[in-house]
């Protein structure tokens, strides 16, 4: 890491963290608002993820890191990242602990790999969409869903992360409506997976996630985002531009219909017009995963029961008369 609050450049491995049963293993990722490190829990005998507030005199940064760890207590979810408890160091600095898992964002292995399988990547964003679900359910629009949130373990479990600028409606853990963190006319997220209303700063709902998941579906299937450019170009785009079509990307896949008429819902620029429910999209790229997977599974059997056979005019069959005055023209041929 290069730089971490002060309160935290002196850990070493096997250092208690601030007093507490945890041992300090390393850093795993250092942001603008926040540090993360591994650490492991003495007293259960397991290692954890101790996400923990930079900056301590900020106090909406405070109560949106706080707000996080509320929401993520709450929610349960196999597709998101399971907090086992929140607290306050010693120093002041809030903190939350969660699960550790290993595997690589997806935005990682879209690096990594370019664009992926149909299947694959239905089955991926299926396990997103269930996530996202449980959390529209509980009030809570991620605002933030982009490959680098997406975490895939390596038994290919999805896992959503960071909910740090989440917009929780109502706050379960106070029992009350959870108050504005966000200016008014403020711009919240990432340029390249924003929804038209973020881009806008107006009212955001469980659609601007799942127009954010489009996006996410597109740039895993081409390989790239529908929309390129600074981050105040992609914002014109996302208002005004319509997307590129996946065959207009990737002309050397064929991409089913019904696969194509998803992505275009999920980006459609009125809010309105999008899918309203999650659970619904996933059940469909479900179906189609298992389509793609069964195609797959018969193209291969064919190819492995085909038996080779000898053609008629092979230069290497025997000739039915021999004449040994032409043979060897006859087998040049």
Known sequence: MNRHNDVFDALREGDHVLGTDYAFVRWLGSGAQSV???????YLGRNVVIKVLRDVFSEVGTRRFEQEGRVLVTLRHR?????????????GHPYFVMEAIEGETLGAALKRRGAFPQAEACSIIGQ???????????GVIHRDVKPSNVFLTHDGVVKLLDFGIA??????????????????GAVL??????????????IVGPACDLYSVGVV?????????????????????????????LSEIRRDVTFSPELEGIVGQLLKKNPAERPQRAADIADLLRAIARREQSALRISLDQVSTDEPTLA???????????????DQTELMR
Do not use: C, W
């Open 217 to 245: 579906l597109f740039s895993l299937l081409t390989g790239r985002a529908p929309f390129v450019g600074d981050p105040y170009e992609l914002m014109l785009h996302h208002v005004s531009s319509p997307p590129p079509r």
């Open 312 to 326: 008629t005019n092979s230069p290497f069959q025997a000739p039915s008369r021999i004449n040994p005055a032409n």
């Open 79 to 91: 597709a998101i990242v399971p907090v086992f408890h929140t607290g306050v160091f010693r120093t």
């Open 128 to 138: 997103l969409l269930d996530g996202l679900d449980v959390a529209h359910q509980q």
């Open 189 to 202: 997220g990432t340029a390249t997976y924003m929804s038209p209303e973020q881009a806008q700063a107006t």
């Open 36 to 42: 993360v490190m591994l650490a492991f829990d003495r």
């Open 167 to 184: 917009k929780v409606q109502y706050d379960k853990a106070l029992a009350q409506p959870s108050g504005p963190l966000t200016t008014a």
